[in-house]
């Protein structure tokens, strides 16, 4: 007795791809969606510092060292403020001690959290536009000019014991050369109010300019600052700085930079 289709009447083709077939649904793993399971446990690197990372990735080279330079330095004030105002601060004496980098190196300090979270968020809005129509090479020079002519004016109206630090005579170079490119760029003042950036620029000035004269008017009145306020802002700083970001422009201009 053999059935028709025994394995004797199958031809060995046949027999090989049944055996295959076989032994397929005996030996083929199942995988369940379990998506309970899939976790982060063996991945070493935070998601939220993932996304820190990428952040700061995306942003152009010269931004990003700048960002960290600026976070180091006042994470140098907070715990070595000694050193951190010796080297990073400008004051009247430092020129005749031999400290001739401190105007350079005073516009990567920062002391107070505010000062030092609004000159950054400057930095990433206007430093990545600035980037779009300069080199490297220009970025820093306008960058590292701003900053340091500013410093230097700041010294014209510094009280007998004070000292200038922070980034904002660079970022508002970078803003007014970003204003002679693109005047009529929009952007949220305070978050709050539709502005074009030569009205905004416009304001700056106007308001720098007039807490200038006031101080002025008061080192008129009374001779010192140290008694009588007016200490606070360097306002000569924050205009020479603006200037820096326009002569720089033209220089672009014409080709001389």
């Not at 715990?79 to 020129?95: M, V, Y």
């Not at 000292?163 to 693109?182: I, Q």
Request: aromatic share 16%; with cysteine; net charge positive.
């Amino acid at each position: 007795y053999r059935p028709v289709g025994s394995i004797k009447h199958m031809r060995a083709p046949a027999l090989h791809q049944n055996w295959l077939r076989l032994r397929g649904a005996h030996t083929h793993k199942r995988h369940y969606n379990r998506p309970w399971t899939r976790t982060n446990f063996n991945n070493r690197n935070s998601p939220m510092l993932s996304n820190v990372g990428r952040f700061f990735n995306n942003l152009p080279t010269p931004v990003r060292q700048l960002l960290y330079a600026n976070g180091a330095v006042f994470t140098l004030f907070q715990i070595a403020p000694n050193f951190a105002f010796t080297h990073f601060t400008l004051k009247r004496g430092d020129i005749r001690h031999g400290r001739v980098y401190t105007p350079i190196t005073s516009i990567f300090g920062h002391f107070a959290f505010l000062h030092f979270a609004f000159n950054m968020v400057m930095l990433y809005f206007f430093g990545p536009m600035v980037l779009t129509y300069l080199s490297y090479r220009q970025f820093w020079t306008l960058y590292l000019s701003a900053g340091g002519i500013a410093s230097l004016c700041a010294l014209t109206t510094m009280v007998r014991n004070g000292a200038n630090l922070g980034a904002s005579g660079s970022v508002y170079g970078l803003m007014a050369f970003v204003t002679m490119k693109a005047p009529q760029s929009s952007l949220l003042l305070y978050g709050l109010f539709p502005m074009r950036l030569w009205q905004t620029m416009g304001l700056i000035v106007f308001a720098e300019s007039f807490f200038l004269l006031r101080k002025t008017k008061q080192r008129r009145e009374h001779g010192d600052y140290s008694q009588h306020g007016g200490v606070g802002i360097s306002h000569e700083a924050h205009l020479a700085g603006i200037g820096v970001g326009f002569l720089y422009y033209f220089g672009v201009l014409q080709g001389m930079l």
